[in-house]
């Protein structure tokens, strides 16, 4: 409840004003809750995807002049008129957001701002349909809409209601995924989350949420010229959400306000708007790097108990990880994969079988961790296939992994440092969830199921590993062992068929070392197959059933950790005397 309080004041102003301000404000006000329309939107796609769309201005033109065109010519309502502007701009959401698909950071701004300018021209030079330079009246609205203080409450309820959906989506499996792709995109394609296919779906709501906000703007207007739609209103809506913080509603949200209310407070100095503009956020970069909503997060300021020790608790693995009957293993029959002339795995031949741990040891560059890539789909071999049973593993589909049973761990631990333990957890079961993005959006019955289930499903996770107790906590803020059980947690939580481990025990002291001994061979015992790359030679023929060594690709030895430990070239390449 402590969450909804910055809110619930929020909206008291917002009832509030009306009755202590005059009628120049109400027009203030309505112009800050467009904007939030269309940032709020634009906000999945920043701030929550990390997707550079500076340009997104395009998509305010389009629904503007959509929305004014029907209501001219065709005499549409102007409720029905911000419906269609908010399609178009949905499908121009897509469009422009289509080569975020390919493109990254800067590449992609490029790209939106050029959509921008595009738009702007044709706006220009199509003047039997748009006016031209000479522009065509806004969709005009009737009683009680048609004051300033009327429309400002309508605008005001637009605001509410993205503000309510975003605040949804962003506290769900879409909008964890989002993060997940933003700061962890190959853990995310681990987890089974398709990045295109996401995208997709927060280009087409940004998208709509922008031509809504375009019919209103028109409106707010009361007359649309090409010149209205400038380059300082797209990279206003972008530092909005820059300086109110990625991965926050309420941060873009003050924002948005507080740059729809500078201009007004520095009219004097209006020829140095851009200059005061950039000022403000090297001033918000250099201060707090983390926006509003990093100054806003109380919570994460207390300090945490020091000394903390990692207690696993193998005993409850089983319940979290119930397969039933044993699954098909997973096979490599004469696998070659090389970079340039040199053979990263050379004809390598290994099965990793359910219910039992399969060590994976060797040298550096022996081509251990690029096994663990070629089974999760990141690396596509020149020759020989990987099976499941007797399906084979898609080549360049690592987020079909997870949907087959198959999760894994990193060398470095790739969690998201800005959201919580349990947040990074509950991204392992992704996949599970069953709500479609407007269910979530929505909250119906099928999202408040799938957020119960996961979430109680990743706190199992997390007593498993012995860290429910960091559940709230920012990930960014736990120790170094910690980050290795969080993500072994993670792959847990989505219940693999089988764990790929790499490197597991790096960074851990000798009794974590051992913890995490017997919690992979609980997780064994509960019917999950588990691939463990490791250097700690000692827990590798403590715990596992059979061992495969590689040298320069190839397997120098296999067989059980009795028969490695006294196999001569193993000793000499790489256990020593």
């Given at each position: 409840?402590?969450?909804?309080?910055?809110?619930?004041?929020?909206?008291?102003a917002v009832l509030v004003l009306p009755f202590v301000a005059n009628d120049y404000w109400a027009v203030i006000g309505a112009r800050a809750a467009v904007y939030w329309v269309l940032v709020a939107g634009l906000n999945l796609v920043v701030g929550y995807g990390g997707q550079l769309a500076i340009g997104w201005v395009a998509l305010l033109t389009l629904g503007s002049y959509t929305a004014a065109i029907l209501v001219a010519r065709f005499d549409l309502s102007p409720f029905l008129a911000y419906g269609a502007g908010g399609v178009v701009g949905a499908l121009a959401g897509v469009v422009v957001?289509?080569?975020?698909?390919?493109?990254?950071?800067?590449?992609?701004?490029?790209t939106t701002l050029g959509f921008a300018t595009i738009v702007t021209q044709v706006a220009l030079s199509w003047q039997s349909v748009t006016g031209g330079g000479i522009g065509l009246p806004g969709p005009s609205l009737e009683a009680p809409f048609d004051s300033p203080w009327g429309f400002y409450l309508l605008t005001m309820g637009f605001a509410a209601v993205v503000t309510w959906m975003t605040a949804n989506v962003a506290s769900s499996r879409w909008g964890r995924s989002l993060v997940a792709i933003r700061d962890a995109e190959v853990a995310a394609e681990a987890t089974g989350i398709s990045k295109a296919r996401l995208l997709t779906i927060v280009f087409l709501f940004a998208g709509f949420t922008a031509g809504v906000a375009g019919g209103l703007f028109g409106t707010l207007q009361s007359y649309i010229t090409p010149d209205a739609f400038t380059f300082d209103l797209s990279v206003t809506f972008f530092i909005a959400i820059l300086i109110g913080g990625r991965g926050s509603?309420?941060?873009?949200?003050?924002?948005?306000v507080l740059l729809t209310l500078l201009p007004e407070f520095a009219a004097p100095l209006v020829a140095w708007s851009t200059f005061l503009y950039a000022t403000l956020l090297l001033a918000i970069v250099l201060l707090m790097p983390g926006g509003i909503a990093a100054v806003l997060d109380f919570r994460n300021r207390k300090p945490l108990e020091s000394h903390r020790s990692i207690v696993p608790r193998p005993d409850r693995v089983a319940a979290l990880v119930d397969h039933g009957p044993v699954r098909d293993d997973i096979i490599l029959r004469n696998v070659v994969l090389a970079f340039g002339g040199v053979r990263a795995i050379d004809g390598l031949d290994i099965t990793i079988k359910a219910g039992a741990v399969h060590?994976?040891?060797?040298?550096n560059g022996s081509g251990k961790t690029t096994t663990l890539n070629v089974i999760s789909g990141y690396y596509e071999p020149q020759e020989g296939e990987a099976f499941l049973g007797t399906r084979v593993l898609p080549h360049g589909k690592p987020q079909a992994r997870s949907a087959m049973g198959i999760a894994r761990t990193f060398q470095t631990p790739r969690v998201?440092?800005?959201?919580?333990?349990?947040?990074?957890?509950?991204?392992?079961?992704?996949i599970d969830g069953r709500a479609s993005f407007m269910e979530?959006?929505?909250?119906?019955?099928r999202h408040r199921s799938d957020e119960k289930r996961l979430t109680a499903r990743a706190m199992d996770a997390l007593a498993v590993v012995g860290l429910e107790s960091l559940a709230p906590v920012r990930a960014?803020?736990?120790?170094?062992?910690?980050l290795r059980f969080v993500e072994i947690a993670r792959a847990l939580c989505g219940r693999p068929a089988f764990l790929l481990l790499d490197e597991p025990a790096a960074g851990l002291s000798t009794?974590?070392?051992?913890?995490?001994?017997?919690?992979?061979?609980a997780v064994a015992a509960a019917g999950t197959g588990v691939l463990l790359v490791e250097h700690h030679a000692d827990l590798i023929f403590d715990i596992c059933d059979q061992v495969t060594v590689l040298n320069l690709g190839k397997e120098l030895a296999a067989g059980t950790p009795a028969e490695i430990r006294s196999h001569k070239e193993v000793v000499s390449a790489y256990l020593g005397a």
């Open positions: 409840m402590r969450g909804l309080l910055p809110y619930a004041v929020i909206l008291a957001g289509l080569p975020a698909l390919r493109l990254r950071t800067f590449y992609f701004a490029m509603i309420l941060g873009p949200l003050l924002g948005n060590g994976l040891i060797g040298p998201i440092g800005e959201a919580s333990v349990l947040q990074n957890v509950m991204i392992g079961a992704t979530s959006a929505l909250t119906l019955p960014d803020r736990l120790q170094h062992s910690e009794d974590e070392i051992t913890r995490l001994g017997s919690l992979i061979k």
